[in-house]
């Protein structure tokens, strides 16, 4: 198991920046997001970082530095899945650790099994 210390403060903050965004829906809405909206706000961003990455490559023209911009965009992205899985009831921390082990462990599997014979 890993240690989810930094995960958990950065998913406590996030929440946080979530809560503030509710108070200006509400204002202005007369309602906060849907989960539906909060997965299209999501999707436009993962969107946004394949353009910054054409940019980045020199074959996408954007006002502005594409590397600070993909920096905003990828801490933005980690923002929103902290705000979905919370919106979901999924407990990231969790979830994140036990997927990781999982990967690693079928990853190791496969190039122990597949590693070339002398």
């Known amino acids: ?14 929440l946080e920046v979530r ?14 997001w849907s989960s539906h909206e909060l997965m299209l706000g999501f999707s436009n ?8 990455l054409l940019a980045q490559d020199g074959t ?11 920096e ?4 933005e992205i980690l923002w929103w899945v902290f ?3 919370d919106r979901l009831h999924i407990d990231i921390d969790t979830a994140f650790d036990h ?8 990853l190791s599997t496969t190039i122990a099994r597949t590693a070339p014979s002398d």
């Not at 961003?45 to 910054?52: F, H, I």
């Not at 996408?60 to 993909?70: P, Y």
């Not at 905003?72 to 801490?75: E, F, G, P, Y």
């Open 83 to 85: 705000v979905l899985a």
């Open 45 to 52: 961003d993962v969107g946004y970082v394949g353009r910054l």
């Open 19 to 32: 809560r503030l965004y509710e108070i200006l829906e509400q204002r202005f809405n007369g309602r906060t």
């Open 60 to 70: 996408w023209a954007i006002d502005g530095n594409a590397e600070a911009e993909l």
């Open 1 to 14: 198991m890993t240690d989810s210390t930094d995960l958990t403060a950065a998913r406590d903050r996030a």
């Open 99 to 106: 997927t990781m082990t999982t990967i690693h462990s079928a």
């Open 72 to 75: 905003h965009k990828l801490a």
